[in-house]
C-alpha cells in the first residue's frame, strides 16, 4: 500500500506561483512514477505532469515552461506551479503507480487562480 498527502494548495492571483507538495509513505521504494493530475469543475480529471524513480520528467503542453514536477527524496515530490492563469484552477492530485502497476491516489487539494 501506498498513502499520498497532497499539501500546497490555494488562493493566488494571476501571474502568481504555488508550490504543491506530495507526501508518500508505506511501500514507497516500490513506486515507479509519481504524477500530479487536475480537475477542474465540470471537466473530467487530466494529467499534468509527472517524474519516474529515475528522475526523468515530462509535461502536458499546457503547463509546459511554465511548471516544474521535481523530488527531493523518495517520499516527496513538488510542482512548482509559475505564471498561473484562470485556466489552471482545479483540484489536483497525486497519483504514484508501483513496479506491480498498482495505483494510487490522493485526496486532492485546491488551486483557485482569481484576482
Known amino acids: 500500500q501506498v498513502q499520498l498527502v497532497e499539501s500546497g494548495g490555494g488562493l493566488v492571483q494571476p501571474g502568481g506561483s504555488l508550490r504543491l507538495s506530495c507526501a508518500a509513505s508505506g511501500s514507497i521504494l516500490r513506486i515507479s512514477v509519481t504524477g500530479w493530475y487536475r480537475q477542474a469543475p465540470g471537466k473530467e480529471r487530466e494529467w499534468v505532469a509527472h517524474i519516474t524513480s529515475s528522475g526523468m520528467t515530462n509535461y502536458a503542453d499546457s503547463v509546459k515552461g511554465r511548471f516544474t514536477i521535481s523530488r527531493d527524496n523518495a517520499k516527496t515530490v513538488y510542482l512548482q506551479m509559475n505564471s498561473l492563469k484562470p485556466e489552471d484552477t482545479a483540484v489536483y492530485y497525486c497519483?504514484?503507480?508501483?513496479?506491480?502497476?498498482?495505483?494510487?491516489w490522493g485526496q486532492g487539494t485546491q488551486v483557485t487562480v482569481s484576482s
Open positions: 497519483n504514484a503507480i508501483r513496479t506491480d502497476l498498482q495505483s494510487y
